[in-house]
């Protein structure tokens, strides 16, 4: 269903699609993974302190700020979005699964909209974030942050 190309994107190494998938196609089933506390670059946040390392193939899942693919960390599967190619790379938008990236980056897929720069869900707006799919770990941790400034905010007077 895919490969790994070591060359031919900034990014570096990358999965390929070698056949056509369909919208909705399960592509990967996440197992045989180790749970971490702290994120790395190469792993995948699955709750507020829980990391997945030693992810395999999908090491070589890149980003997009319009991606493809998504990784659901609830169910552990990443599925098509939308139609993909044979030959088309796999790719995911990162702060659907990262609050605090590791490593942020410039992101260089060129897509319309595109972010720029990478540093984790906790760097967007809502409204950026509701244009994409979020699993729920990032969705709460986005709510608790809202919460914290509507209590500062409403704890603070206004002066005279």
Request: proline share 5%; glycine share 6%; with cysteine.
């Amino acid at each position: 269903m895919f490969t790994i190309a070591q060359s031919g994107s900034a990014y570096g190494a990358r999965l390929i699609a070698t056949e056509a998938i369909s919208n909705g196609a399960l592509i990967y089933r996440i197992a045989n993974y180790q749970i971490v506390s702290e994120p790395t670059y190469q792993t995948i946040q699955i709750g507020p302190d829980k990391h997945i390392n030693d992810l395999g193939m999908l090491a070589y899942l890149n980003h997009s700020c319009a991606p493809n693919v998504v990784v659901d960390t609830r169910h552990l599967i990443v599925v098509a979005v939308r139609d993909i190619a044979p030959g088309e790379e796999l790719n995911y938008f990162y702060p659907s699964t990262e609050w605090d990236m590791a490593r942020p980056f410039v992101c260089l897929c060129g897509a319309p909209g595109c972010l720029r720069l990478v540093f984790g869900a906790r760097y967007l707006s809502l409204d950026t974030l509701s244009r994409y799919f979020v699993n729920e770990h990032v969705r709460q941790m986005a709510l608790a942050c809202l919460e914290t400034v509507a209590v500062q905010a409403s704890n603070n007077t206004v002066p005279r």
